[in-house]
C-alpha cells in the first residue's frame, strides 16, 4: 500500500486503462440516456421526440393532485419497509440456524427446499396463492379445523398488506439465506475454536462472533435493496389485488400501470420514474452516511 | 419455384440489411419506404396501373390466421390478389405481434410505412407531428361509391378521424351496434327441471337465480372484481353505466354517477347480502369467474352476446351439452321496453404516409375489401371470395381493411334464414351465403352433433332465442341509448387511464359488500368528481354537447 502511494498514479496506469471500456460504456449507456428525464416535464409525442412541447411541472402536479395516487405512497411505503426489514431478519436467522445444522446433508437439502419459490414467477405464484388463501382454500381449512374464524386473505383491507409481506419474505428468503451462508462460510473456523476453548456458550459464539462478521455483509444488501424501496413488487401486487383491497394495496406502480402506461402515456411514467429515482437515491446516500458514521460500516 | 421463391427472399433480405445499414449511418431525410416512384393512376378506379406499383405496409402478427398450402404475410390471397387486379405489390415493411411498440418506435424513428393502421391516440400523434397525408383529393377521387356511403351513413365515426374538417384517417368501422348488447343467460336443464319460464321481471329472475342455488348448490348470481355484471344488469334500472348520456337539463353526464345508479346498487347490495351474488366476487378475476361457471357453481349470469364463445364451450365440455344456457332480455323495472347502450366502436383508423407515392393504389386496396363483402356476392365466384374470407385470412389486411358496420346485422338476418330452412328439411344452397358459409356450418354441426365448438354461432344467430335474434329487434326499434362521447376520450379522460372509472368500482364494491351503507354513493361520486371527473364532464360538454 505504501510502496504504491509513493509510486504514484503513473505507475498504475495499466489497471487505469483496463478501467477506460468500463467507464466509456457505463457513461454511453446510463448516463448519455439521463437526457431523456425532460420527458418528464414534456408533452411527449413520439412523432416529434425530445422536442415534444415543453409541460413543465403539469405532469408532476397532475400526478399528486389525483386523490387516489398519494395513498399509493403510503401503501408502497408500509409494505415495501416491511418487506425490507423481514427480508433481511428472516434469511440471517434461517442462515444462523442452518449453519449451526451438524448434518451437512440436511442442511442442503433445507437450503434447495427453501430456494425453490425463488425461481416461480409471480404469475404462477399468483394462482396458487389465489387457491391456497381463498374463502375454502388450505389455510382457512386448517384454521377452521383449529376452531379460528376463516381469514380473508387476499379480500380484506386490513389483511392484505401483509398477506403480500409475508408471501413476498416467503419466496424470496432462500435467495438471502443462500447470500448469508456464503458470508457465513468465509469466517474463520480458528475463531470459534478459541472462543469453545475460553468456554464460551454457542449462543455467546453466536452472538459475539458470527453477527458481528455478518453484519457487513448485512448491510451491503440492506443499502443496496434500499434502492427498491419504492417497487413494492408490481408483478406480486398486480396478480392478486381486486377493487375491494385498493385501499391498502394499490401501490405506485399498480396505480401508474392503471393510469394507463398502456395507452403510451409516456410523460406521466417518466414523471413518477423519475420521482421513484430521486427518493431512491436520497435513501440509498442517506442510509449509506448513516451506516458509516454510526457504525462505522463502508461499503467500498 | 419454391425454391427460387427463398432466394429472392434471400436477396430482399441482404438487400433490406444493406438499406438498415446506411439507414444507421445516414438518416434518410423522411420516409425510405418509397420503392417505386409516381405511377400516374388509371382513370377508372378499378382498373389496374399499367406498370408495377409497390407500397408499403406495417402488420400485426394475429394467431388467428390459418395459413395454407405455404402462404404467409407476404404472399396469401389477398396480396396475390392486389397483383393480379391492380398490379401492385403490397410490401410488408415489418409484421410484429407487439405491433404497438413497434409502431411507436417506427414513429420515432421517423421510418413508417405508405399505408398501416393506428388507434385514436396515434392519430393524433402522427398528426401533430406532421407525418400522414391529408385523404381530402385521393378519398374523393377514389373512394369506391360504397366506400363513399359508409363514410355518408357513419358520418360521426368518420368525423373523428378529421382535422379542421380535412381527412386523415380513415375509419375502420366495427361489425356493428348488434354486438354490443347485454342479457341474462340462464342455464337450460336446470330452468326446465324447475319449470321455469322465461323472465319477464326481475323479481323472476331473482327466484329462478336462488331455486338454482338452494336446488343445485353454488350462488345464485355470478360477478367478478371489475362489476361488469352489475353494469349489466344496472340497464334495468334505466341506468347507463360506462357511457356518456344526456341529463333533463340538456348537458352530457356520465351515466355510471346518474342517481339511476344508487338505486341500482341499492338493491344489488341486498342481494349480496342475502347470498345471492357469489361471496367472493371481490376477489375474482374474471377468468376465475369463468372458472367458476365451468365448474358448474351458477346458473344465471348477466353477460355479453359472445358468452356462447366463452366460457359456454369448456363448460359443455365439462357439465354436458344439457347444461346449456340461453339468452334472455334483461327485464326493466316497471316493466317498459329495455334501453341498451351503444358506445362508439372503431378498430382504427387507415393513415397514408405523408412521403406516399401512390396514395391512390392504398385506395383501391381499400375500395377491394369493401367491394368484396358488399357487391363481390354473385359477381365473383363463390371459391374466389372464401378464398379471400376463410381461415381468418382478413386477418392478414387488418391494416388496410374498412369493415362493413352492417357486417354482422346482415349476417344475422342470412345465416337464420338459411339454418331455419335447413332446420325445416329444407336443401340450403350454401353458395348465397358468400362469407358467412363458416357460420352457418357450426350452426349445423351444433345441431347434428353437438360440437362445442359450434354453439358459440348457433347462440349468436342460429337458435331461438338468439343474441342476435334478440339484439335485432333492439337495433331496429331503436331501443338503445348512444353514447354522447361519439368519438375519442378526451384529454382529461385519456390522462386518467381507467383510475377514473377505478375511484367508482372501488367505492361500489364497498357498498355491495356492506362495508359502506347505500349513501356513501354520493361520496364516491364527489371523489370522482374531484378527480378529474368534473373536468371530463366539461370537456365532453365541449367536444359533444349540443
Known amino acids: ?300 | 419455384m419454391r425454391r427460387s421463391y427463398i432466394k429472392t427472399a434471400a436477396v430482399v433480405m441482404a438487400g433490406a440489411m444493406m438499406l438498415n445499414l446506411t439507414g444507421c449511418m445516414t438518416k434518410p431525410s423522411g420516409s425510405s419506404s418509397q420503392v417505386s416512384g409516381h405511377v400516374e393512376a388509371p382513370e377508372d378506379i378499378w382498373a389496374p396501373y399499367p406498370e408495377k406499383v409497390t407500397i408499403t405496409t406495417m402488420g400485426e402478427e394475429n394467431s388467428g390466421t390459418e395459413f395454407q398450402n405455404g402462404d404467409d404475410y407476404q404472399n396469401n390471397p389477398w396480396y396475390r390478389a392486389y397483383k393480379e387486379r391492380f398490379n401492385i405489390n403490397l410490401q410488408n415493411k415489418w409484421i410484429s405481434n407487439d405491433y404497438s411498440t413497434k409502431l411507436n418506435l417506427a414513429i420515432a424513428d421517423k421510418d413508417i410505412a405508405d399505408v398501416f393502421y393506428v388507434d385514436s391516440a396515434r392519430l393524433t400523434t402522427l398528426y401533430e407531428a406532421g407525418m400522414i397525408m391529408n385523404l381530402d383529393e385521393v378519398f374523393d377521387k377514389y373512394a369506391s361509391d360504397v366506400l363513399k356511403k359508409y363514410r355518408e351513413e357513419n358520418k360521426d365515426t368518420w368525423d373523428t378521424g378529421c382535422f379542421d374538417g380535412s381527412l386523415y384517417g380513415m375509419a375502420q368501422m366495427s361489425y356493428g351496434i348488434i354486438d354490443q348488447f347485454q342479457y341474462i343467460w340462464i342455464r337450460q336443464d336446470w330452468m326446465k327441471e324447475c319449470g321455469f319460464d322465461a323472465p319477464k321481471t326481475m323479481d323472476d329472475v331473482i327466484e329462478i337465480a336462488t331455486t338454482f342455488a338452494k336446488k343445485y348448490g353454488g350462488y345464485g348470481l355470478a360477478e367478478c372484481q371489475t362489476l361488469e355484471n352489475f353494469y349489466r344488469l344496472a340497464l334495468s334500472w334505466g341506468a347507463h353505466p360506462g357511457i356518456w348520456v344526456e341529463q333533463d337539463d340538456g348537458t352530457l353526464g356520465y351515466g355510471t354517477v346518474q342517481p339511476e345508479m344508487k338505486e341500482a346498487l341499492a338493491q344489488y347490495a341486498e342481494w349480496y347480502k342475502e347470498g345471492i351474488i357469489n361471496p367472493n366476487f371481490a376477489t375474482l378475476d374474471w377468468d376465475k369467474m369463468a372458472q367458476g361457471m365451468i365448474n358448474g357453481e351458477c346458473g344465471v349470469i348477466p353477460f355479453a352476446q359472445w358468452f356462447g364463445y366463452n366460457p359456454l364451450p369448456d363448460l359443455i365440455k365439462n357439465q354436458g351439452p344439457e347444461a346449456i344456457f340461453y339468452p334472455y332480455e334483461i327485464p326493466t323495472q316497471d316493466g317498459s321496453p329495455i334501453m341498451g347502450s351503444v358506445t362508439f366502436n372503431n378498430n382504427g383508423y387507415v393513415v397514408i404516409s405523408k412521403d406516399c407515392q401512390n396514395p391512390e393504389a392504398v385506395m383501391k386496396i381499400v375500395n377491394f375489401y369493401v367491394y368484396t363483402v358488399n357487391d363481390a356476392v354473385g359477381k365473383e365466384s363463390n371459391e374466389y371470395l372464401s378464398e379471400l374470407h376463410s381461415f381468418n385470412y382478413p386477418n392478414v389486411v387488418r391494416g388496410t381493411r374498412i369493415i362493413n358496420p352492417m357486417n354482422d346485422y346482415n349476417q344475422y338476418i342470412q345465416v337464420k334464414d338459411a339454418y331455419d330452412r335447413w332446420a325445416a328439411g329444407e336443401d340450403v344452397d350454401t353458395s348465397d351465403l358468400g362469407t358467412n358459409v363458416s357460420k352457418f356450418e357450426s350452426c349445423v354441426n351444433w345441431n347434428t352433433s353437438q360440437d362445442p365448438n359450434g354453439v358459440g354461432d348457433w347462440l349468436q344467430q342460429g337458435n331461438d332465442p338468439s343474441a342476435y335474434g334478440i339484439a335485432k329487434k333492439y337495433v331496429d326499434e331503436e331501443q338503445y341509448v348512444k353514447d354522447a362521447k361519439w368519438g375519442p376520450d378526451t384529454a382529461t379522460l385519456q390522462a386518467a387511464g381507467s383510475t377514473l372509472n377505478d375511484i367508482l368500482v372501488e367505492g361500489f364494491t364497498k357498498i355491495i359488500l356492506g362495508e359502506q351503507p347505500i349513501d356513501y354513493f354520493d361520496e364516491v361520486v364527489q371523489q370522482w368528481y374531484t378527480a378529474g371527473g368534473e373536468k371530463a364532464t366539461q370537456e365532453i360538454n365541449e367536444t359533444y354537447g349540443k
Open chain 1, 1 to 300: 500500500m505504501k510502496k504504491n502511494k509513493k509510486q504514484g498514479a503513473a505507475s498504475l496506469w495499466q489497471y487505469y486503462a483496463m478501467l477506460v471500456p468500463g467507464v466509456i460504456l457505463t457513461f454511453i449507456f446510463s448516463y448519455i440516456p439521463l437526457y431523456g428525464i425532460i420527458i418528464a416535464f414534456e408533452k411527449y409525442n413520439v412523432g416529434m421526440g425530445f422536442s415534444s412541447p415543453w409541460a413543465g411541472l403539469e405532469n408532476f402536479r397532475y400526478l399528486f393532485s389525483q386523490p387516489t395516487f398519494t395513498r399509493t405512497i403510503w401503501n408502497t411505503l408500509f409494505i415495501a419497509v416491511w418487506k425490507l426489514a423481514l427480508g433481511v431478519i428472516v434469511p440471517v436467522t434461517v442462515a444462523v440456524l442452518l449453519n449451526e445444522m451438524i448434518s451437512d446433508r440436511l442442511k442442503r437439502i433445507y437450503q434447495t427446499l427453501i430456494y425453490i419459490p425463488n425461481f416461480l414467477s409471480w404469475v404462477i405464484m399468483a394462482g396458487v396463492l389465489m387457491d391456497i388463501l381463498g374463502s375454502d382454500g388450505a389455510i382457512n381449512g386448517i384454521l377452521n379445523a383449529l376452531g379460528l374464524q376463516s381469514v380473508n386473505f387476499l379480500g380484506s383491507a386490513k389483511v392484505f398488506p401483509w398477506t403480500m409481506i409475508f408471501s413476498d419474505v416467503w419466496k424470496g428468503f432462500g435467495y438471502g439465506t443462500v447470500v448469508y451462508l456464503a458470508a457465513l462460510t468465509g469466517i474463520d473456523v480458528s475463531l470459534y475454536e478459541s472462543a469453545k476453548l475460553d468456554g464460551a456458550t454457542r449462543w455467546q459464539q453466536i452472538k459475539s462472533i458470527t453477527i458481528p462478521l455478518l453484519m457487513p455483509t448485512i448491510i451491503l444488501m440492506t443499502v443496496l435493496s434500499l434502492g427498491n424501496v419504492l417497487n413494492a413488487g408490481f408483478d406480486q401486487i398486480y396478480n392478486l389485488y381486486s377493487p375491494a383491497v385498493w385501499e391498502t394495496g394499490d401501490v405506485i406502480d399498480t396505480y401508474v400501470y392503471r393510469l394507463g402506461i398502456q395507452q403510451a402515456q409516456y410523460s406521466v411514467g417518466a414523471a413518477v420514474g423519475l420521482f421513484k429515482s430521486v427518493v431512491s437515491a436520497i435513501l440509498v446516500v442517506t442510509s449509506y452516511v448513516l451506516a458509516d458514521k454510526l457504525a462505522g460500516y463502508r461499503i467500498l
